[in-house]
């Protein structure tokens, strides 16, 4: 039996002995992305050797990719519905050792990571971790909970604009499509029609009054027409 094999059955007992007690009291048991199981689709195995409500995945977002070299969409497409937490740390990487920093202050894609969950339509927290440098949690609580809220504010902003363009651009439809405009539309063109018909009908009248009168003079005076 190689080492990941028996690394692997070593966890699953130990989730097997927990899990029918976690069902039975409603809890939910979370399996971070670290170590062995920062390879998520390691992780996805195992969660779906069970494969239920009581046991899901902890999307530190730090470690896959550092470890693993793993892009978010890869992430979200091994673990899906399965993420029922995250972790949110930013890093660098000196010297071969990796280095934490305030979010946004490091050079992980926090954006790019945390938009990936936006395919999953994510509802659950997300949570600071950090590990060493800074010790006054005022500072990076109050750091992180700024950063994340100018993430939702310029998110909030461009989906309000596409949402602007989109109800314009339906408004337009809509009165285009309506009967109230079609029937608007028939009603010009059918003014205008008979404007035009009426117009050409007066000219040709008054042309044939022209001709008529003219008529009348040559033949008053022995003019043959």
Not at 7 to 13: G, I, K, P, R, Y
Not at 123 to 132: K, R, Y
């Amino acid at each position: 039996m190689s080492d990941k094999t028996a690394e692997d059955a070593a966890v699953t007992s130990l989730i097997g002995r927990l899990v029918s007690k976690a069902e039975q009291d409603n809890v939910t048991l979370l399996v971070e992305t670290v170590g062995i199981y920062a390879d998520t689709k390691r992780l996805r195995d195992l969660l779906n050797i069970f494969a239920c409500d009581a046991l899901a995945a902890l999307w530190d977002i730090n470690h896959p990719y550092r470890d693993f070299g793993e892009e978010p969409d890869t992430t979200i497409t091994n673990l899906g519905a399965y993420i029922k937490h995250v972790h949110v740390k930013d890093s660098v990487v000196e010297n071969g050792e990796v280095k934490y920093r305030l979010i946004g202050e490091g050079d992980l894609e926090v954006e790019k990571l945390l938009g990936a969950l936006s395919s999953l339509n994510y509802e659950g927290f997300i949570c600071a971790a950090w590990n060493e440098e800074i010790e006054d949690a005022d500072i990076v609580l109050t750091h992180f909970a700024n950063y994340i809220a100018s993430l939702g504010r310029e998110k909030t902003g461009r989906e309000n604009l596409r949402r602007n363009r989109r109800v314009r651009d339906e408004q337009r439809l809509d009165r285009l499509r309506s009967p109230e405009r079609r029937a608007s539309s028939a009603m010009r063109f059918e003014s205008v029609g008979a404007s035009r018909i009426g117009a050409g009908g007066n000219r040709y009248r008054q042309h044939a009054r022209h001709r008529d009168a003219r008529r009348r003079y040559y033949r008053s005076r022995g003019v043959a027409q």
